[in-house]
């Protein structure tokens, strides 16, 4: 069974201090080996996996400094663990978890804003206003552009939403006349058997 936060988590907790330089370098990794045509699963590709990235990337990061050929070495194994555990297709998730993490350890909040157009100027705005008023050090905005939503914004942090689009408003009135329309029905047909 594959749970991404188990995954991300234990990357973070061997990583340590040094989770950001090998995050950057599994995604670095990870690039080409998801990209390439050959399918790695399982533990016979995990062996000849391992033999091809330290070919190329350990090499290179031995003419640079200790703490990149630390994250280049721990890069390899974690990649090469999920392909033997044949979780190699899940990297993306497990990649969007990490950087999630690392991020809340900074104090950096992660959102998602879907609008129906790009504004970066509001984009900053908005950004500015939420990192004030939460206190976060920073804030990480991936915009999403939607025209279904019709005007407005929906803004996602984390399990929690906020939507203010006209197309949620519209979808919220419906409803709220449904359920009117339901009530006021209900009562016509409880009212109508009795004679006062």
């Known amino acids: 069974m594959f749970i991404v936060n188990r995954w991300a988590a234990l990357f973070l907790s061997v990583t340590g201090d040094n989770a950001e330089a090998s995050f950057s370098c599994l995604k670095n990794i990870a690039a080409p080996v998801k990209s390439s045509f050959i399918v790695f699963s399982g533990y016979t590709d995990s062996i000849r996996l391992e033999k091809i990235l330290r070919d190329s990337f350990v090499t290179a990061s031995k003419a640079n400094s200790t ?3 630390e994250a280049a070495e721990f890069a390899i ?3 090469c663990l999920l392909v033997k555990r044949k979780f190699l297709k899940k990297i993306d998730l497990v990649l ?3 950087e999630q993490m690392i991020n809340e350890q900074k104090g950096i909040l992660n959102i998602t804003l879907e609008t129906t157009v790009k504004d970066n100027a509001y984009e900053k705005e908005l950004s500015e206003m939420i990192r004030k008023k939460t206190g976060a050090a ?3 905005m991936k915009t999403i552009t939607r025209p ?3 005007g407005g914004y929906i803004l996602r942090m984390g399990s929690s939403y906020i939507d203010v689009s006209l197309k949620g408003q519209i979808e919220k ?3 709220e006349l449904e359920i009117i329309a339901l009530a006021s029905s209900d009562k016509a047909v409880f009212s109508g058997g009795i004679n006062v």
């Open 67 to 69: 703490a990149e050929a």
């Open 77 to 79: 194994r974690y990649l």
């Open 96 to 98: 969007e978890r990490i």
């Open 138 to 140: 920073g804030i990480n």
């Open 148 to 150: 279904e939503l019709l």
């Open 173 to 175: 009135m419906k409803s």
